[in-house]
């Protein structure tokens, strides 16, 4: 695992899956390596009444609720779409279904204006084609395909990023479930259709603030159960999954540096400030063009603790969180630096007067972050 820049959940957590499998007695549905229950244990981490040897870590802070609706709507014929604004960690959370139920999540398909029909049927090795014509073994399957034949997950990311007619072949996946390939001939000795084997079903993600791209036609949505994820509000839990990610980002980058808890806490409120500002805002030009998600509130910090490992004093300062902040964020000139500059001067600076602590170095960071990006 030391050797991938990013290992996929299922290598990632492999010792704590096995372990999960070993002792899991629950009944499974299909062919999935953990029960209902251990999928979700796995996901959301184990509480002291689950009666279990070792605990489970959390890998996704969330309602549970939208975990098991998850699971549930898997362990039917229905697909998955999980949807929400970005950042949300829809894929994560789509990731860490696939590992624990399949222990492959990577059979994926990324939506885009570029996706074709064969991105989620097959294609052709032409090279085998012109030799041997064409047949099953100069077949390429898609990655849906080969979920469909090994009755695994197969995922659908940024659906609303494809265009109609990829999103028409779909439907007929998820309502037939199989696959024809007229190429093969008509006859039924030709093995022209590839079925679908139980367990198989797709989990897609969209992002809500794609509206418009390619919307959802009636008869896709009918294939799916919808799972909206929300924006994160809830500074306990923000905290935890900015905590988990910077974590893993430390180990990862072999970087030993400490986060005090006091610029946690000024990251949290200004992210909840700049949030509750865009609420309040008249027009889209009064809003910041950051999403203002939690992934964004990671980023911030992951970017403020290697400028400090490479560049600093190998210490966290306020300072340093306000540049990467301001760095960020501001993403339009001068719209977005004006909206910055405005919570500056209207918000931290009264907040550096009556409270102190960071805020004033904070303070004097963003201002220097803005005079210099001005």
């Known amino acids: 695992?030391?050797?991938?820049?990013?290992?996929?959940?299922?290598?990632?957590?492999?010792?704590?899956?096995?372990?999960?499998?070993?002792?899991?007695?629950?009944?499974?549905?299909?062919?999935?390596?953990?029960?209902?229950?251990?999928?979700?244990?796995?996901?959301?981490g184990s509480e002291r009444a689950d009666g279990l040897d070792r605990e489970i870590a959390p890998k996704w802070f969330g309602d549970r609720s939208f975990v098991e609706r998850s699971i549930v709507t898997l362990a039917s014929d229905r697909g998955l779409l999980l949807i929400g604004?970005?950042?949300?960690?829809?894929?994560w959370l789509a990731e860490l279904l696939s590992a624990a139920i399949s222990r492959n999540?990577?059979?994926?398909?990324?939506?885009?204006?570029?996706?074709?029909?064969?991105?989620?049927?097959y294609s052709w090795n032409v090279s085998m084609v012109i030799a041997k014509g064409q047949s099953r073994e100069s077949m390429i399957p898609s990655p849906i395909m080969t979920a469909m034949e090994t009755g695994t997950i197969g995922r659908f990311e940024e659906l609303t990023?494809?265009?109609?007619?990829?999103?028409?072949?779909?439907?007929?996946?998820?309502s037939e479930k199989y696959i024809s390939v007229p190429e093969l001939g008509s006859d039924q000795d030709s093995d022209?259709?590839?079925?679908?084997?139980?367990?198989?079903?797709?989990?897609?993600?969209?992002?809500?603030?794609?509206?418009?791209?390619?919307?959802?036609?009636?008869?896709?949505?009918?294939?799916?159960?919808?799972?909206?994820?929300?924006?994160?509000?809830?500074?306990?839990?923000e905290a935890e999954i900015v905590r988990f990610r910077t974590e893993e980002l430390l180990r990862r980058h072999q970087i030993e540096l400490d986060v005090p808890p006091t610029l946690l806490d000024v990251l949290l409120q200004s992210?909840?400030?700049?949030?509750?500002?865009?609420?309040?805002?008249?027009?889209?030009?009064?809003?910041?063009?950051s999403a203002l998600s939690t992934a964004e509130q990671i980023g911030v910090l992951e970017d403020a603790i290697l400028h400090s490992n490479f560049f600093?004093?190998?210490?966290?300062?306020?300072?340093?969180?306000?540049?990467?902040?301001?760095?960020?964020?501001?993403?339009?000139?001068?719209?977005?630096?004006?909206?910055?500059?405005?919570?500056?001067?209207?918000?931290?600076?009264p907040r550096s007067t009556e409270e102190g602590g960071s805020w004033p170095e904070f303070l004097e960071g963003g201002r220097d972050a803005i005079a210099t990006l001005s």
């Open 192 to 237: 022209n259709i590839v079925f679908a084997q139980p367990g198989f079903s797709v989990i897609a993600t969209a992002n809500s603030r794609d509206r418009g791209v390619n919307d959802l036609s009636s008869a896709l949505k009918r294939r799916f159960n919808f799972v909206r994820i929300p924006v994160v509000t809830n500074k306990k839990s």
């Open 161 to 174: 990023r494809s265009t109609s007619d990829v999103q028409d072949a779909l439907i007929s996946i998820l």
């Open 85 to 91: 604004d970005p950042g949300t960690g829809k894929s």
């Open 1 to 44: 695992m030391s050797d991938l820049l990013r290992a996929p959940a299922e290598i990632k957590y492999a010792e704590e899956l096995d372990w999960l499998e070993s002792i899991d007695d629950n009944p499974k549905p299909f062919s999935w390596r953990l029960s209902p229950k251990m999928v979700r244990l796995f996901i959301v």
């Open 312 to 349: 600093g004093a190998r210490a966290l300062t306020a300072r340093t969180l306000a540049s990467s902040l301001v760095g960020s964020l501001a993403r339009r000139e001068p719209e977005d630096l004006a909206i910055l500059n405005k919570y500056l001067h209207g918000v931290v600076e």
């Open 271 to 289: 992210f909840a400030d700049l949030r509750a500002s865009a609420a309040a805002a008249g027009s889209d030009d009064e809003k910041l063009e």
């Open 105 to 121: 999540s990577t059979q994926v398909v990324q939506g885009t204006a570029g996706t074709t029909e064969d991105h989620i049927k």
